[in-house]
């Protein structure tokens, strides 16, 4: 039965996770919370048996538990199966899970909430993650997150995040408008959402990131939906990952601040300069495009030189032993 008045709305994409989604569910079920929760499992037409098993564990869950299970992929990588479920949220927050993720702590949405609820300044929450195995046990990997209290716009420059997508509470209609109007403004095909939901965030609000490890991440690199399963780093890949940096220059000058548009050249140049270096014959984008868009920029040395220190800060950061993104 659904949940009568929630307050948080938990979203749930999954897609062949037969082993793994009863881990995420049951780590839902334990919150403990003043509250109601809507939780939204999509099951993106499975091919492992996992509609099976959903229908033979869904009476175990209480009221709030809410299961779609797709009689037919609705394609997109997985991208509408999420988006319908967004569409269903009644929250005034939503978290969103992968099902071979998992939460960790009782007290998770509680505290997340109590924060969000008293500072109205923050669009969003995240926290801290352990990354695990199939066993569901610490495998020692780090995953790249803010080592800040708060996400700022250097973390985005050096590709840390401000925390796992598994980690995050957000006000949903302030995410979900600037997730539309970000979308309408997409010149790229595929890039990762998780990146792309920390800049336009960061774009119109403030995002806390606490210390706490509270959930786990399950890092998947073959099988399942997720992105790290699916992505292959080619000359697709590097026109998508330009293609979003253009995106996000745009959106910032719509609808952010000076430093937001600065932030958002920077990480596009450097993006830009690098895969043409890297792929100096590719024929969906070349040096001298860049060159040419640099031209019209003031502060254009800087950003040429943005690549310098970029791998100098987050070289750095992997001597002394923390998690970085190259």
Partial sequence: MPAKNPLVSVVIPCFNAKKTVKETLDSIAMQKTNFEVQVLLGDDCSTDGTQDYLRSIQDQYPEGFEFYLRPKNMGERGNKNCQDLMHRCRGKYMAIVEADDFWTYDGKLQAQVDFLESHPDYIACYHHVEVVGADSKPNGEKYPECPKDEYDWNEFFYCSLPGQTGTSLCRYKEYAEARDNFTNMQQYSFYAADRRNAFFMLTIGKIKCMPEVWSAYRHIVKGGSSYSANVKINEDYARNEILFGRTCVGFAQKYGDAQAVHAAKLQYYRTYLKWTRRIPDAKTFSRADCDAELKQEKGALGYRLAF???????????????????
């Fill in 308 to 326: 310098i220190r970029w791998y100098a800060v987050l070289g750095g950061r992997k001597l002394a032993g923390k998690s970085v993104t190259l």
